[in-house]
């Protein structure tokens, strides 16, 4: 085997990773994506009730706290056929809003932005020429000479004291970082800002979840109702606080984190050339404007459909039931299925079978892969055999290319003015450098959403709808003696589907595809490469191959998130198991 750049794991995300990179000189030829661990929810909730699904899906991560129980809800709701009330509609959007924005916000500051921002380089700043800075992109309160000062002396004496956490590894001082000392400042000042932020706008999930991380659903609507007089429900003081997180979403990103995106994007205009891969897109849609059923995706804030091989004038229907569109392959993944590894099953069907020394499942310690056989814990989907990318910059694409009646005369402006700004053509879009663009645009469009979803919410409600639970199919009694449904959901890093076979009243088969599984999945049966892979491999060179920052920047724009593609136990002990690679 040629000797390949191996980042193991690559930090600043949920979950183990393992990205192999085979060069051809200063570029990347080949490269290769791997779980190295196996998710065995699906196997868990074989027999439980459908109802109580939720609870156990949901713990698949820690991360996005809400929206494996949302995708789980509603494919149960899907396969009873169950009608949720506009209320209940309203609220999950607002708590699906806050998990984007704070998710979002979180993925750029705390796990993304140290690829382009020097955290050391900001002690040489000058807090005058920073506050200037400041103010020239942002009318954001925090942006005094003194207030830039004080942050550049924390970070001194994190220095100093040689406590810097989680700066302590970073590249710095790599030539790959561009910013002016003065705009390092800004960020890591932003940085220590969301901090703090994040902390209250996670608040909402509790106010109509009962906590956070791991909100509480119930299928049917919500699990509190709405009573302005009473302490225990969703009262007047509690929708007052909902309307004051909003407006400080709204304010933090408007005026700092579209700003500090776009004018870290102009010193990196290089990267708009690089890390596409696939020209493959697709999106489920979500978000019900209004309020009303999933079944109306034409009321959907984030559209449904497919793009393949950047072509934005032809949307191509997507349907979650059809046995011949999501398929998931395992050519290279290891597991083993009853029709052999080159099958291909929609998740109704799928399988959950390890089988890791069989399916060539290398002994640790190892350096390198056998990427001729199995090489992942992730399984490959593909939609309409199609190897695609889901995320922001899916659903920001399908904004942007929709011409129906819908269409988001918001996402168009933003995307026309950021590309004007930065002096980008289109084509920019289709990058590292545009996916990262992709998910800060997508967060003004959601915070702006959230407030029409809220004013829904109180005129409902002074109308006399209190409405927030269907009852009419909770008793199993009430439930056919067989039944399925897709649970689907734009999670924040994309495509989100749960797929639920109920016989009996219990759970006969559930299949769960993610979209890091979609992004991080490894190469299917032909060959062809999965989105990491393939972003990877258009236009990447290492200036250094002991330090691989060209392969975080790329890899971090889609926010991977693999704990909720793969976990891995003991099949005797039933403890986890790390696996330490060299």
Known sequence: MNERVVV????????????????????????????????????????????????????????????????????VEDALNVDVPPNAQLVRNMM????????????????????????????SA??????????????????????????QKRIKGFVESGQLGIFANGYWGHPAYKLPAEANLMAVAHYLEALGWQREVAKLHAIFGGKNPHPNFVVGGLTSPIDLNSDSAINSKKLA????????????????????????????????????????????????????????????????????????SNIQPVDLHADGEIQEFIAHSWYEYDAGKEAGLHPYAGETNLEYDKRGGVKPPYKQLDVADGYSWLKSPRWNSASVEVGPLARMLLL????????????????????????????????????????????????????????????????GDTKTFAEALWQPSSWPKQAQGAGFMEAPRGALGHWIVIEDEKIANYQAVVPSTWNAGPRDPQGIPGAYEAALQDNTQLHDAKQPIEILRTIHSFDPCIACAVHLADPETGESIEIKVS
């Open 8 to 75: 193991d794991p690559i930090t600043r995300i949920e979950g183990h990773l393992r990205i192999e990179a085979e060069m051809d000189g200063p570029n990347i030829a080949q490269a290769y994506s791997s779980g190295t661990m196996v998710r065995g929810i699906e196997t868990i909730l074989r027999g439980r009730d459908p109802r109580d699904a939720w609870a156990y899906a949901q713990r698949i991560c820690g991360v996005c706290t809400l929206v494996h129980g949302m995708a789980s809800v509603r494919s």
């Open 96 to 123: 699906i809003g806050a998990q984007y924005i704070h998710d979002h916000v979180m993925h750029f500051y705390h796990l993304h932005a140290l690829d382009w921002v020097d955290v050391v380089s900001a002690l």
């Open 126 to 151: 000058d807090p005058a020429a920073t506050s200037q800075l400041a103010q020239s992109i942002s009318g954001w309160p925090k942006s005094s000479p003194g207030y830039f000062a004080d942050v």
């Open 241 to 312: 606080q909902v309307q004051d997180l909003i407006k400080l979403m709204q304010q933090f990103v408007a005026q700092v984190y579209v700003p500090d995106t776009i004018a870290i994007a102009g010193f990196y205009k290089d990267w708009a050339e690089r890390g596409e891969g696939l020209g493959n897109f697709l999106c489920y849609g979500d978000l019900p404007m209004s309020g009303g059923p999933l079944s109306d995706t034409a009321d959907f804030l984030f559209p449904r459909g497919a793009i393949l091989n950047r072509d934005l």
């Open 400 to 463: 942007y290319a929709d011409t129906s009646a819908q269409a988001h005369p918001q996402a168009k402006e933003l995307v026309d003015s950021t590309l004007a700004q930065l002096g980008l053509p289109v084509d920019a879009l289709f990058s590292t450098l545009g996916r990262t663009a992709a998910r800060t645009l997508e967060s003004q469009i959601v915070a702006d959403a959230m407030q029409g979803w809220y004013d829904q919410l109180i005129a409902n409600v002074k109308g």
